[in-house]
């Protein structure tokens, strides 16, 4: 009941936050200009972003004990947020970019927040930084047509609160379902006809580092191989990253620059809007938390099975998304 009224609570709450975050970026020119591949007709506001977290945060304190529970991870994920806010301003570096996901990921190692697969310091430290960091990165690419973020974002954390409710953990499903209330609420803005409001990076870097986060709190009965387990839970996010990291590795394209080679404008192509698009993502998403929900019930031999099968999957898809061409006038804010 609790993970309900959170999920009930984030969207209600985002409702109200996400059209006041418009206002303010409405009133202090926070504007996404189309310019290079932003092919959108005409400037829309950011601080999407700033609109959830906040619905979320609420939401989550009050129904999932967020503040006693995981206080460090909602400190963290503001100061994304903030960091965000100021790259959709003004772009900031790469690298100090990195350097402040890898910070956020180091103050979760340290809080006790982790993947111990070997229980050695110097292999599992840098899997948990890849985790956070790639996941953070990877919501942040995905934020390249409108409400494909979001859209991955809520799914995933609604599978988190369902394995978490699995595992006997109602505080963590609380605050995963207000996660993913609050994105689903945002999709109410983000895909209208008007197209309202971006999430921008101070949502998108947030969000990505939210699931990264929440996923390693599942609890689970076989440490050594959870992050396996895990990885279906966000899968869209890091097969999308992948194929990009490939396409503009193959084409010989700087990996950090933007363009339309995303698998979310490759299915644009094929589907013509992006609220088709986002359904698609939905269910392929729902499906991998399925799969997600069922190893986390399995023993480690069926576990390491499942990883291969899912692997073998991604590959050839990899291989067929790499032979679809993109959309010729992709839709959204950003990657």
């Known amino acids: 009941m609790r993970s309900l009224l959170a999920l009930v609570g984030a969207g209600g709450l985002a409702l109200i936050t996400v059209p006041l975050a418009r206002r303010v970026a409405l009133a202090i020119d926070l504007l996404d200009h189309p310019r290079d591949y932003k092919t959108h007709a005409a400037a829309i506001p950011y601080l999407g972003g700033v609109g959830v977290l906040t619905a979320f945060a609420a939401s989550a304190a009050i129904f999932g004990d967020a503040l006693s529970r995981v206080p460090s991870v909602i400190a963290l994920a503001a100061l994304l947020m903030l960091m965000g806010t100021a790259d959709d301003r003004r772009p900031l570096g790469p690298g100090l970019r990195f350097a402040v996901q890898v910070g956020a990921a180091l103050a979760l190692w340290f809080d006790g927040i982790r993947w111990e697969p070997f229980g050695i310091v110097a292999i599992d430290l840098p899997i948990t ?9 990877a919501f942040n690419l995905l934020d390249n047509i409108d409400g494909a973020a979001a859209t991955v974002g809520a799914v995933s954390a609604a599978g988190i609160g369902a394995v978490a409710l699995g595992a006997g953990d109602g505080d963590l499903a609380a605050i995963a379902w207000a996660l993913s209330g609050a994105c689903g609420a945002f999709l109410v803005f983000n895909l209208s006809e008007s197209r309202e409001i971006f999430l921008g990076d101070g949502g998108s870097m947030p969000v990505g580092f939210l699931i990264a986060a929440l996923a390693m709190l599942l609890p689970t009965a076989h440490p050594d191989v959870a992050v396996l387990a895990a990885v279906p839970l966000a899968a869209g996010a890091i097969f999308d990253t992948t194929l990009v990291v490939i396409s503009r590795y193959r084409r010989g394209t700087g990996v950090l620059s933007g363009g339309r080679d995303h698998s979310t404008h490759r299915l644009l ?8 698009v986002c359904g698609l993502l939905a269910a392929a998403t729902a499906l991998l938390c399925g799969l997600a929900y069922a190893m986390h019930q399995m023993s480690e031999p069926a576990i390491l099975l499942s990883t291969g099968v899912y692997i073998t999957v991604g590959l050839i898809l990899l291989a067929v998304f790499e032979g679809v061409a993109p959309a010729p006038r992709p839709v959204g804010s950003a990657a």
């Open 129 to 137: 930084l890849i985790w956070v960091a790639g996941l953070t990165n």
């Open 269 to 276: 192509a094929l589907l013509g809007t992006p609220r088709r």
